[in-house]
């Protein structure tokens, strides 16, 4: 019996020190994912929220999911769980062994129609505020357009008779520094600090055109253009990836965006002026001319 006893003893002390190392661990690892989360322009692993904001747009969406709809979320969670441990408890059979037959309530049931409704409005302020503000696009400084194609973005600056087009890099190609399913080979190039009005569309299937950091998401359809725009505040580079399911290569169509000063972006626009012209034999464009010839 004492040895027994013994026994329980030692593996509830051997469980103990287990869960406090567990918790530990947990601790490390959310305090790491934390800082790891601090300066990305990508996702992360083990991330948690959203990507840093580097653009007004996303700056408001960042405040209204942290200030508005997480209070909101965790508030109403730890009523619901306190009422029903209070249920559980208050009304458990040994407590209350003849129930009440009780089935309306004048006032539980205006109140729990009235207390959602507050709850929308005070969501719906701002959310309308936000909506409004993605969708009236400030006088442009660059104007992008970006069509899907099954399975890669195609690009296009019609002010500078550019286009290209931009496929994702393969596991075996890529180099150092360069995050997988999310490197392309040509990039699209803006300059920091002014307003990039982009013009969606699709040449197939429904695509979506989004990159988290900038709080942008079109959706892609043929025979239509949505709009959107971005203004980024921050030199960098920010990764985005088709966010509508459009076929087996889905998961594998990313948008790499480099972010840089005006005169980096000058100097660009010379070089891809030559290199990407519209008309020209754009070799840039070779996807598409394969698949057409494939279709032919
Ligand atoms: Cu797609």
Known sequence: ????QSVAKSNLALFVIKAKLIMKKAIILFLLTLMSTAHASQPKDWQL???PAVTPLMKDVTWMHDYILLPVIVGISVFVLF???YVFVKFREGKNPTPSKTTHNVMIEVLWTVI???????????????????ETIPKADV???????QWYWGYEYPDEKIAFESVMIEDKDLKPGQ???LATDTKIVVPVNKVVKVL???ADVNHAWAVPAFGVKRDAIKGRINETWFKVEKEGIYYGQCSELCGIKHAFMPIEVHVVSEDKYAAWLIEAKKKFAMEENNSSRKVKKILNKEKM
């Open 1 to 4: 019996m004492v040895f027994c």
């Open 143 to 149: 104007t992008l357009k970006a069509i899907g194609y």
């Open 116 to 134: 959602p409704c507050l709850i929308l409005i005070v969501i719906a302020v701002p959310s309308f505020k936000l909506l409004y503000k993605e």
């Open 49 to 51: 929220g959203f990507q």
């Open 83 to 85: 009422l029903m441990l």
């Open 200 to 202: 969606i569309t699709s």
């Open 179 to 181: 995050p997988r399913l």
